[in-house]
């Protein structure tokens, strides 16, 4: 199977990297934020679309891959983990969030403006990033971020965890 590099070089593309922070992650230029698959702001994709979908940016040369579980409530990052297992995960770059918590009315989760609550204490950080790490198949996640800040939690408290 040929490498990302050797694919990109067969098929034309080259994507420039740039490097993010100061701690050496370097991603493709362009990144693909997966939110739109899972039914946002439109009606979800069928699974195995999205799967050929994030497989398709990747051989076209984007490494850099944005999710979050808030995307359809944890199907984006299922959908995002189903497409890393058909690509070297090493050559991929995945970011995904953290801070917001959904409220259950009634045992139902809905997204809206009254069951967002934002949530930034170092245990819930910690187990939001286990159930990403979960739900993404992954033992790691390049670039864990807030979603929205908690002004209620010192910052240092939520970077720490």
Not at 3 to 32: A, C, D, I, N, Y
Not at 69 to 96: D, F, S
């Amino acid at each position: 199977m040929a490498g990302v590099g050797e694919q990109q070089q067969q098929q034309g593309v080259v994507m420039p990297r740039v490097k993010l922070g100061t701690q050496g992650l370097e991603v493709s230029k362009l990144g693909f934020g997966c939110m739109g698959l899972t039914g946002i702001y439109n009606d979800p994709v069928p699974e195995e679309v999205g799967i050929s979908i994030i497989k398709h940016a990747f051989h076209s040369g984007i490494t850099f891959f944005d999710t979050s579980y808030i995307y359809g409530v944890n199907t984006n990052e299922v959908l995002v983990g189903k497409a890393l297992k058909q690509l070297p995960r090493e050559k991929v770059q995945l970011a995904t969030k953290f801070g917001i918590q959904l409220a259950t009315k009634f045992g139902i989760v809905k997204l809206d403006s009254n069951a967002v609550i934002i949530k930034g204490t170092p245990e819930y950080v910690r187990s939001c990033c286990e159930a990403s790490l979960n739900r993404l198949g992954v033992e790691y996640i390049d670039l864990y971020y807030q979603h929205r800040i908690d002004t209620t939690v010192p910052i240092e408290d939520t970077l720490r965890a």
